[in-house]
């Protein structure tokens, strides 16, 4: 019997825990909603709540998100992550979320340095977020020091390329620093990461005119395909086609390779054979390619620039929306299907392509001076004067963007074009 006695007592204990664990998890979604709809009322009913103590209420309050406190006023925002943010420190005492949200509620009433205390116990907590490295550096910008933040940003781009929450202003130029920065940081941070991150630092150089350098960075990788593939890369770019054709076609007959890397090698030695007036070759490297990737935008490129070389625009085009359609944020695919619709009389189609590339890749100035050159051909002169001014706001010492928005004056005050709608 007393046995059976303390089987009751344990079942009638675990379905008490339960209930009082549903309870809490429910007390938080009812107080969620209310904030939803009522949201300083709401938020200060749930700062007050005793079941908000209850450690399923504080295990739910982890994915309390910042647009559910946008309505809320500072001091009921600071009153309810600070409560929030000292239960998850005791029922969770290894977890950021509570000296994160600490932090925001100390943010909330003007406290930095506390609030900078607070980010940095949660840095210890979980230092590979790049939200709350970001946070850091915003507190450290606060505090006067730009370099420190500066560190911290390019930390923050090595953890996580192109994240940018909470934003962080910084002088013009400097982006371009912690781009590269973080590049070089996330070699080092993910050794798993290292050849990716060292290809992208080479492209990157690369792309600013550091030939040099990029060499240097791909230096690092050695013979790796992709190393290979962009030497290869860059050495039709250069004008050595069949220096670049004869290295694609190695690597594309390399049957060890995976199918994904032979149908890039395929792709680049169709683009090679076609500048160096092998079209057949060009022809036959494309449907190779094909074969082993048709959804892949590769392919699609290659056949595009065979058929651009023939003068046949329309059907260059139209595989340049082919490897759009397979890829849609891939820079360098709008960046062909513009320059290609440009040359086929295909205005706006060349323009939504380019915008769409300033979309994807917000960063890159020399996207927008893109834009705005293609404007300024087509005479359309207000929007190249609108899309100059959001750019130079962004990047004001970009001097192909100075030059242009010279180039624009010069055009408009001395009646070179008409404006659209004139």
């Known amino acids: 019997m007393r046995g059976w006695r303390l089987l009751v007592v344990l079942a009638t204990l675990a379905a008490t825990v339960e209930i009082v664990s549903w309870a809490g998890w429910s007390a938080w979604r009812v107080g969620v909603n209310r904030m939803e709809a009522e949201p300083e009322a709401g938020a200060r009913a ?82 590979v977020s790049p939200y709350l490295v970001r946070l850091q550096a915003l ?4 505090r006067g020091d730009y370099d420190g ?26 982006d371009d620093w912690i781009r590269l920065e973080g590049l070089r940081r996330r070699a080092a941070l993910y050794p798993r990461l290292r ?29 790796a395909p992709d190393a290979v593939l962009l030497r290869a890369l860059w050495a039709l770019e250069d004008g050595d086609a069949a220096g670049a054709a004869a290295a694609a076609l190695e690597q594309a007959r390399r049957t060890a ?9 395929w792709s680049l030695a169709s683009r090679a054979l076609a500048a160096s007036g092998d079209d057949r070759g060009a022809l036959e490297a494309a449907e190779a390619a094909l074969r082993l990737a048709p959804d892949s935008p590769a392919p699609y490129l290659a056949l595009a620039a065979i058929a651009e070389r ?43 392509a380019l915008r769409r590339a300033v979309e994807v890749a917000p ?7 893109r834009l705005a050159a293609l404007l300024l051909r087509q005479g359309r002169y207000m929007e190249a004067a609108m899309t100059l001014s ?31 709608g004139g």
């Not at 080479?202 to 240097?216: K, S, T, Y």
């Not at 929306?321 to 060349?350: E, F, K, M, Q, Y």
Request: with cysteine.
């Open 46 to 127: 749930l700062a007050e709540s005793w079941w908000l103590g209850i450690p399923s209420a504080v295990h739910a309050s982890r994915r309390l998100g910042g647009a559910v406190l946008d309505g809320v006023p500072a001091d009921t925002r600071a009153a309810l992550l600070d409560r929030i943010g000292r239960l998850q420190q005791r029922w969770m005492p290894t977890d950021p979320t509570g000296p994160r949200n600490r932090a925001l509620a100390a943010l909330a009433r003007g406290e930095t340095e506390a609030a900078m205390e607070f980010v940095r116990a949660a840095v210890q907590r979980w230092p």
């Open 139 to 142: 507190l450290t910008l606060g």
């Open 149 to 174: 933040c500066l560190e911290l940003l390019a930390r923050a781009e090595g953890l996580a390329p192109g994240y940018a929450v909470p934003p962080v202003e910084v002088l013009p130029g400097d």
């Open 195 to 223: 050849e990716r991150a060292l290809l992208d630092m080479a492209r990157e150089l690369r792309r600013r005119g550091e030939a040099d350098a990029a060499e240097r960075a791909l230096g690092q990788v050695g013979d």
């Open 257 to 265: 390779l995976p199918a994904s890397i032979r149908a890039r090698a």
């Open 310 to 352: 023939k003068g046949e625009l329309d059907r260059a085009l139209e595989y340049a929306r082919r490897a759009w359609g397979v890829a849609p944020a891939d820079v360098g695919v709008l960046l062909t299907v513009s320059r290609i619709a440009a040359r086929a009389g295909r205005d706006a189609d060349a323009r939504l």
């Open 363 to 369: 960063d890159q100035p020399d996207l927008r001076a």
């Open 390 to 420: 959001r750019a130079l706001d962004r990047f004001p010492a970009d001097a192909r963007l100075l030059a242009l928005a010279g180039r624009l004056e010069s055009e408009t005050t001395g009646g070179g074009g008409r404006p659209e």
